[in-house]
């Protein structure tokens, strides 16, 4: 089962999100065990606030209403704010509104324990004047209480009804918000809301630039990965990435030394062996002539060994100077077919190979062409059969593919077949194997030519080797 790959971006953000979600869920916690111990202290903000500001509403109006339109007001009120309404006297029974059974930790709050100079001004009901703006807040109380749990609010009013006493006002939810009333959760949701996003907006720029800059850093080690040891980190900064930055482009520079040196001294010992080897053929060729029959067996397999020695050497010698191939060959006009007709004749005159080309030209290094593709070329008739070449031309490309019906190689092979001196398991016996730089000077040669060169495994079985080319001018 593959893993899921989530961006650093993403993985950053995420981890951000983890974090506001634990911030809110350790305020929600708080604030439940704030319910629990009471919710009196709402009571000093706007949920106090709107509580008196309905109580001297009600207080104001029904004072100038008669007593028999008292319930229907109410449940008026009821439907308006999704809040239960009900008045209850001064020994805790209910007057008027929809009936409510009050817990027992809601009656004492029921009753008004205001001294008798506080409680009211008058003795008689009759209509009552607004208070002044400055005048005390009415006692209130909030609490959570009964089975189930449901959200009481109340405050003693200046209404008094006939024959009785001033009245409290009680309002039931079963929810904190009681309908807006107790609690308008819309800012906390929009504040949480303005906070996440200017919270992201402060994050991102931070995110979005160490994000950035490692998607440069993996660009950068990338291609230096493939060979492309002259690839430099431009961008600085001042913290541990721009330490490995630096540590990046110094890498980078001593593999390009290191590279430079090992492909020179590759070289010169490669050079240095072709005199040697020459002269042992030729002294060789002498001893083979004065040879009795019983030696001529030996030396024969003494002459095999010194020409697979000089075959290497030379192929070791052409990936030398494949690297140089732009400062030594001019692009000039090809004509595909005429170029691929050619390696064929080469490499497998008797072969019956099959060629799908149209009329393509292209502007490359003819020579570097020639020897890339001639080498997939012999490759491919050493270690397959039925081979095919196509060639198409597309959006300002050529596209050439050479498929075999081959064994083909491991899948974990595959992108290491473009190695110098790598040969798969099952290909490196001393018949078959060669030397393993066949494509490694096919990559060089057709990246020299601006293309790129892939390979793949067919499916029924073989090989497919995939080079895209420029159709203008290498750049």
Avoid at 230 to 241: M, V
Avoid at 385 to 402: F, P, Q, S, Y
């Amino acid at each position: 089962m593959s893993r899921v790959r989530l961006p650093l971006y993403g993985k950053i953000l995420s981890w951000f999100a983890l974090n506001l979600a634990v911030l809110a869920l350790l305020f929600f916690f708080f604030l439940k065990a704030q319910f629990r111990l009471g919710l009196d202290w709402m009571l000093s903000g706007e949920p106090g606030d709107r509580i008196s500001a309905i109580g001297e509403t009600i207080t104001f109006e029904f004072s100038r209403l008669a007593e028999s339109e008292w319930p229907a007001r109410l449940s008026d009120y009821d439907q308006k704010h999704g809040v239960t309404f009900g008045l209850f006297n001064n020994q805790g029974q209910q007057v008027f509104g929809k009936n409510i059974t009050p817990p027992a930790e809601v009656m004492p709050r029921l009753i008004d324990r205001r001294p008798p100079g506080e409680q009211l001004n008058r003795r008689q009901p009759g209509p009552v004047s607004k208070r002044p703006a400055d005048a005390p807040p009415k006692p209130r109380f909030m609490l959570r209480a009964g089975q189930p749990a449901r959200y009481w609010a109340g405050v003693h009013l200046d209404l008094v009804p006939q024959g009785g006493t001033a009245l409290t006002l009680v309002m039931v939810s079963d929810t904190i918000s009681g309908g807006g009333l107790f609690l308008d959760l819309w800012p906390w949701l929009a504040l949480a809301a303005a906070a996440l996003v200017l919270s992201a907006l402060l994050w991102m720029p931070f995110v979005r630039g160490i994000t950035g800059f490692i998607g440069t850093l993996n660009h950068a080690a990338g291609r230096i990965a493939h060979g492309k040891f002259d690839e430099r980190i431009e961008k600085q900064r001042s913290d541990e990435l721009g330490e490995l930055s630096t540590s990046v482009n110094t890498m980078a520079a001593q593999l390009g030394d290191y590279m430079r040196e090992q492909k020179r001294i590759t070289a010169d010992v490669a050079h240095e062996l072709c005199s040697p080897i020459a002269r042992m053929q030729m002294a060789l060729g002498v001893v083979e002539q004065r040879s009795t029959p019983d030696q001529t067996t030996y030396l024969q397999k003494l002459d095999r060994e010194l020409q697979h020695m000089a075959k290497l050497v030379e192929e070791v010698l052409a990936f030398s100077k494949a690297e140089t191939i732009p400062d030594r060959e001019t692009p000039e006009d090809i004509d595909l077919r005429e170029l691929l007709q050619n390696i064929l004749a080469r490499e497998a005159p008797e072969n019956g190979i099959k060629l799908e080309i149209g009329d393509i030209k292209l502007h490359s290094l003819r020579n570097a062409l020639d020897r890339g593709i001639g080498n997939v070329v012999r490759n491919a008739i050493r270690y397959a059969k039925d081979l095919e070449i196509t060639a198409k031309a597309e959006n300002g490309r050529v596209i050439i593919e050479i498929a075999d019906r081959g064994p083909g190689v491991p899948e974990e092979a595959l992108s290491r077949l473009f190695e110098p001196f790598y040969r798969p398991e099952a290909a490196r016996g001393r018949t078959t194997g060669g030397s393993g730089l066949g494509l490694a000077i096919t990559k060089r040669c057709i990246e020299a030519c601006g293309g790129t060169v892939t390979v793949r495994n067919r499916e029924g079985g073989g090989l497919a080797v995939v080079l895209v080319l420029p159709e203008g001018p290498n750049r």
